[in-house]
């Protein structure tokens, strides 16, 4: 599912890849080098081991990139079944049932695929959580050289990815507190004492060289009002639930903390690592919605609850007796089986983008694009919304983020009102005054727009949404903004691979890029 998996927008893997690159060359986590210091990945672990990987090998940083993240893709459905296997209880069947349900469920799982085709972190942060629990799951004596391992394994749940934090603590703490028979509490105290001090050095180092305690893409698409977030996280999680599949991949995580009441349990310990992993799914849900759930569909945030949902029920599928047993053996299986189902391969030979522009030249025409900008303002800014590989491509130009994803000034914004993609408003585009603004994601076209009448910034919101790319009403120019722009802004394009490219260029410039070989209106 992952090679077929299309992600709704590559272009957030090559925001991920520019700071691979920077931070190999440079030493130093930017996006353009000379603005500063920006954490414009999600996650600082999964920047880091996707550079160590780089370096080690000396790969293509593309290549590299979709290799880990497949690998990690793996690796987040084969650690449960490990774990599964490795129980010290159950009958030798059971666990092997159980450890195929919970493998053909992530295999199959959407989401996870969809996430992992994104080439981010989140296949490296469902590990580490999972992970985190198995050590948890597998430990029959808390020694201390078992506390200082899930010491480590919490800092990297908290390093992969920032709300990482919360099933961190809760997990060790938990845990912690449930083995007080095998440690005094003086050491148990020291342990957690040792993960929050790790966690507020981290922090503090990240306040200090970043000016911000959070990933600078938090910012852009965080509300000024929380209520804002929480609306659109239910909105999220009731679409995903709107159809037969989302319920068959959320509802146990919903539904299997019931089953703590129930003492059809082989032990209090069993009992006690099954709530402790159906707990946690619920507050990674919980922890979803808070945020404001995610701007595209297919449940990419809610992976890591699904897959603890999933690991819950084959815990259950192993340690549940009589009715309660019998209940999660079925659930499992068919939870597993409708999955697979759905997963048949349709179209076999179709490959997502993100595994298209990694295998593919494609590359050569934006690179191409790139090029013709760079002869025409090397010293200027180009502002993009949906375009940030542009920046991989041809490093050297200043290329601005109007969402606010690699820029500290937009992202930092105080916005009332709901923000789901960015903070991009038109009136930033007045106040920057870039010498190239390329707008929306719907750039490209097979016919120059440059003839286009009347002047698409002109037209109504709707038009404009439609025509230029835009997702958002806010995000589209209206009344006294639009005809400044349109003062200001002139349209052009640049057809490189048989495709026309299109974009705004300040007046004064109409005349050089004419000259460059870009047509503009009026040249």
Same mark, same amino acid.
């Given at each position: 599912?992952?090679?077929?998996?299309?992600?709704?927008?590559?272009?957030?893997?090559?925001?991920?890849?520019?700071?691979?690159?920077?931070?190999?060359?440079?030493?130093?986590?930017?996006?353009?080098?000379?603005?500063?210091?920006?954490?414009?990945?999600?996650?600082?672990?999964?920047? #880091?081991?996707?550079?160590? !990987? *780089?370096?080690?090998?000396?790969?293509? $940083? =593309?290549?590299? +990139? /979709?290799?880990?993240? %497949?690998?990690?893709?793996?690796?987040?459905?084969?650690?449960?079944?490990?774990?599964?296997?490795?129980?010290?209880?159950?009958?030798?069947?059971?666990?092997?049932?159980?450890?195929?349900?919970?493998?053909?469920?992530?295999?199959?799982?959407?989401?996870?695929?969809?996430?992992?085709?994104?080439?981010?972190?989140?296949?490296?942060?469902?590990?580490?959580?999972?992970?985190?629990?198995?050590?948890?799951?597998?430990?029959?004596?808390?020694?201390?050289?078992?506390?200082?391992?899930?010491? #480590?394994?919490?800092?990297? !749940? *908290?390093?992969?990815?920032?709300?990482? $934090? =919360?099933?961190? +603590? /809760?997990?060790?703490? %938990?845990?912690?507190?449930?083995?007080?028979?095998?440690?005094?509490?003086?050491?148990?105290?020291?342990?957690?004492?040792?993960?929050?001090?790790?966690?507020?050095?981290?922090?503090?180092?990240?306040?200090?060289?970043?000016?911000?305690?959070?990933?600078?893409?938090?910012?852009?698409?965080?509300?000024?009002?929380?209520?804002?977030?929480?609306?659109?996280?239910?909105?999220?999680?009731?679409?995903?639930?709107?159809?037969?599949?989302?319920?068959?991949?959320?509802?146990?995580?919903?539904?299997?903390?019931?089953?703590?009441?129930?003492?059809?349990?082989?032990?209090?310990?069993?009992?006690?690592?099954?709530?402790?992993?159906?707990?946690?799914?619920?507050?990674?849900?919980?922890?979803?919605?808070?945020?404001?759930?995610?701007?595209?569909?297919?449940?990419?945030?809610?992976?890591?609850?699904?897959?603890?949902?999933?690991?819950?029920?084959?815990?259950?599928?192993?340690?549940?007796?009589?009715?309660?047993?019998?209940?999660?053996?079925?659930?499992?299986?068919?939870?597993?089986?409708?999955?697979?189902?759905?997963?048949?391969?349709?179209?076999?030979?179709?490959?997502?983008?993100?595994?298209?522009?990694?295998?593919?030249?494609?590359?050569?025409?934006?690179?191409?694009?790139?090029?013709?900008?760079?002869?025409?303002?090397?010293?200027?800014?180009?502002?993009?919304?949906?375009?940030?590989?542009?920046?991989?491509?041809?490093?050297?130009?200043?290329?601005?983020?109007?969402?606010?994803?690699?820029?500290?000034?937009?992202?930092?914004?105080?916005?009332?009102?709901?923000?789901?993609?960015?903070?991009?408003?038109?009136?930033?585009?007045?106040?920057?005054?870039?010498?190239?603004?390329?707008?929306?994601?719907?750039?490209?076209?097979?016919?120059?727009?440059?003839?286009?009448?009347?002047?698409?910034?002109?037209?109504?919101?709707?038009?404009?949404?439609?025509?230029?790319?835009?997702?958002?009403?806010?995000?589209?120019?209206?009344?006294?903004?639009?005809?400044?722009?349109?003062?200001?802004?002139?349209?052009?394009?640049?057809?490189?691979?048989?495709?026309?490219?299109?974009?705004?260029?300040?007046?004064?410039?109409?005349?050089?890029?004419?000259?460059?070989?870009?047509?503009?209106?009026?040249?």
């Amino acid at each position: 599912m992952f090679v077929r998996t299309e992600p709704d927008n590559i272009d957030d893997g090559f925001i991920l890849m520019v700071y691979i690159r920077h931070l190999i060359r440079d030493g130093a986590i930017a996006w353009n080098p000379g603005d500063g210091p920006v954490d414009g990945c999600t996650s600082m672990l999964d920047l #880091l081991v996707k550079s160590a !990987v *780089v370096m080690l090998t000396g790969g293509d $940083i =593309v290549w590299c +990139t /979709f290799l880990v993240s %497949a690998i990690f893709h793996a690796l987040a459905t084969l650690l449960p079944m490990a774990v599964i296997l490795r129980l010290p209880a159950g009958s030798p069947n059971r666990r092997l049932v159980a450890a195929a349900a919970v493998g053909l469920t992530l295999a199959s799982m959407k989401s996870g695929a969809f996430a992992a085709s994104f080439l981010l972190e989140m296949p490296l942060y469902v590990f580490c959580a999972l992970g985190l629990v198995g050590l948890v799951v597998l430990t029959r004596r808390l020694t201390i050289l078992r506390m200082i391992s899930l010491v #480590l394994a919490a800092w990297m !749940v *908290v390093l992969a990815r920032p709300e990482g $934090i =919360v099933p961190a +603590t /809760f997990i060790l703490g %938990a845990t912690l507190w449930m083995e007080r028979s095998d440690q005094p509490l003086r050491r148990r105290i020291a342990a957690l004492g040792m993960f929050v001090v790790g966690v507020a050095v981290y922090e503090s180092w990240h306040v200090r060289y970043f000016g911000a305690w959070a990933p600078n893409a938090y910012y852009a698409k965080t509300s000024a009002l929380r209520a804002n977030e929480i609306r659109d996280g239910v909105r999220y999680v009731l679409a995903f639930l709107s159809n037969t599949a989302g319920w068959v991949q959320l509802g146990p995580v919903l539904l299997s903390p019931l089953a703590i009441l129930s003492s059809d349990w082989s032990s209090p310990r069993a009992r006690f690592h099954y709530a402790l992993v159906s707990t946690t799914a619920v507050g990674m849900l919980a922890a979803a919605i808070y945020a404001g759930g995610d701007s595209y569909p297919h449940g990419r945030l809610l992976t890591a609850s699904i897959a603890f949902g999933a690991f819950a029920i084959a815990l259950a599928m192993v340690h549940a007796q009589r009715h309660l047993g019998t209940v999660f053996l079925v659930t499992g299986a068919s939870v597993a089986l409708f999955q697979c189902v759905q997963a048949i391969p349709t179209g076999p030979s179709e490959l997502g983008s993100h595994v298209v522009v990694t295998l593919s030249r494609d590359r050569e025409c934006d690179r191409a694009f790139g090029n013709a900008l760079r002869r025409v303002v090397p010293f200027g800014t180009i502002a993009e919304t949906d375009f940030q590989r542009l920046k991989y491509w041809c490093d050297d130009l200043r290329v601005v983020d109007l969402e606010g994803l690699n820029n500290r000034e937009i992202a930092h914004e105080r916005v009332s009102d709901a923000v789901r993609m960015g903070k991009f408003r038109p009136v930033t585009v007045l106040r920057m005054r870039p010498e190239v603004w390329i707008p929306g994601f719907n750039f490209r076209t097979m016919s120059s727009r440059v003839s286009a009448k009347p002047h698409p910034l002109l037209t109504d919101a709707e038009t404009q949404m439609r025509v230029l790319g835009y997702d958002e009403k806010q995000k589209a120019a209206e009344g006294s903004v639009a005809v400044e722009l349109a003062g200001l802004y002139v349209p052009a394009s640049l057809r490189v691979c048989g495709i026309a490219y299109n974009l705004f260029v300040r007046k004064d410039l109409a005349g050089k890029f004419s000259e460059a070989g870009f047509r503009v209106e009026g040249f």
